[in-house]
């Protein structure tokens, strides 16, 4: 049985968030039985990219400093990381932890302080489902043992990203990219974040659900009010409470059905112990998914006599709103395929080159990306 956590909060105030992620671990049987002092623990945050904590895009500073402080008070030594989307050096993550407020979390007399180390280190494995060699940061190889400490938010490829999906930050910026363009089917791509997830092997998750985003996710929607803590020994388990919680059917979410075809996750989701509240304590929400969430790229489920030029106008697409484009390539570089150029108007799209991974929405800093999709089509042909 997995125990997954449910507490309330309402606010990002450090004693408040303290005291209820203290609630969280004893709900789980307290720090002792996951950590001994003195060990290094990885505090594996999401930080896509330079956003306020405001924005609702990284999990907030609030929420990393308290859990950092419990865990020092406890006597681990605790690093703070990710590695964010685009280049992982140390001038970009200065910039990063600039932006998303984590300049307070760093206290020297408290063993507590940033990832500085940008080394990354290939590892080979033979027991995963998909993976057989990656590379991951040197900091997760480093340490005795990772957290995941996510963003409740909802994602245009993969319609909600949380406790797994954060875990994709183990590996370097660059070959995230790879990974995309590599294994650019929905399937092969969520079972792909799973097995990053059990490589990292959290062996907790803590999820920031006070402010979380719906819409346009994971960078591009709007932050609603959640008002919970999520807190697991299993990050996949932690995930299905979570979609619960704001009312995403789980089995919508691409890597919770890889977990259930994988037996990582009973298929009656029987095989969690909820602790502390349960979902019934809080108000039904209703989160607004992506437009085109986990059904992106639909070329296999077409009768295969319609023509590239159907297909190309069916799939979901990026497209560009030139009004909020400042042209600064951050989309050209994130694209794995190369499928778009920048002329005098702004960026264009070659749709024969794009694999529908949405990276260039995900990491426009300027929400000037937007996924659409035929709706008229889409309905004839029952998507
Ligand atoms: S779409 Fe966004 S990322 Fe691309 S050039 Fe314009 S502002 Fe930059
Ligand atoms: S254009 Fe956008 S969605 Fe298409 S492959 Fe490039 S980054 Fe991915």
Redesign the pocket.
């Known amino acids: 049985m997995a125990k997954v956590s449910l507490q309330k909060c309402d606010e990002y105030n450090i004693n408040t968030v303290k005291k209820v992620l203290v609630k969280s671990i004893e709900d789980l049987g307290g720090l002792e039985k996951y950590i001994s002092p003195g060990e290094k623990v990885l505090l594996k945050a999401n930080l896509l990219m330079k956003k306020t904590p405001e924005e609702a895009t990284t999990t907030h500073p609030i929420f990393v400093k308290a859990l950092a402080e419990i865990l020092s008070e406890f006597g681990a030594v605790v690093i703070v990381g990710d590695s964010p989307g685009g280049p992982f050096n140390e001038k970009a993550l200065r910039g990063i932890y600039k932006s998303c407020g984590y300049d307070i979390i760093p206290d020297k007399e408290k063993n507590i302080s940033l990832n500085y180390n940008t080394n990354q280190v290939t590892i080979h494995r033979d027991d995963l489902f998909l993976l057989r060699r990656m590379e991951v940061i040197e900091i997760l190889e480093e340490v005795d043992k990772v957290i995941s400490v996510s963003k409740l938010k909802t994602h245009g490829m993969t319609v909600y990203t949380g406790a797994v999906k954060n875990m994709f930050g183990t590996i370097p910026g660059i070959f995230k990219a790879e990974y995309?363009l590599k294994m650019s089917k929905i399937e092969d791509f969520t079972n792909m974040l799973v097995d990053v997830c059990q490589n990292a092997k959290p062996i907790l998750s803590f999820m920031d659900a006070i402010v979380g985003m719906e819409g346009a996710g994971p960078s591009a929607g709007e932050p609603i009010k959640i008002g919970a803590v999520l807190a697991s020994d299993s990050p996949y388990h932690l995930d299905v409470v979570a979609t619960k919680l704001v009312g995403i059917n789980p089995i919508e979410v691409p890597t919770i059905e890889r977990c259930i075809e994988r037996s990582i996750i009973e298929k009656n989701y029987s095989d969690i112990e909820m602790k502390g509240l349960c979902l019934t304590d809080f108000p039904k929400m209703s989160i607004r998914k992506p437009r085109v969430g986990g059904v992106a790229r639909i070329d296999d489920k077409l009768p295969p006599f319609l023509s590239k030029f159907i297909i190309n106008l069916v799939n979901a697409?990026?497209i560009f709103d030139y009004d909020k484009c400042v042209k600064c390539g951050d989309?050209v570089r994130?694209?794995?395929?190369?499928?778009?150029v920048i002329d005098d108007k702004g960026p264009k799209?070659d749709?024969d080159?794009?694999?529908?991974?949405?990276?260039?929405?995900e990491l426009c800093p300027h929400k000037a990306?937007e996924i659409h999709r035929n709706p008229i089509l889409a309905r004839l042909l029952k998507l």
Not at 334 to 340: G, L, V, Y
Not at 353 to 361: A, E, L, M, T
């Open positions: 995309h697409k990026p989309c994130a694209c794995p395929t190369n499928a778009i799209v749709y080159k794009c694999i529908r991974c949405f990276c260039c929405q990306v």
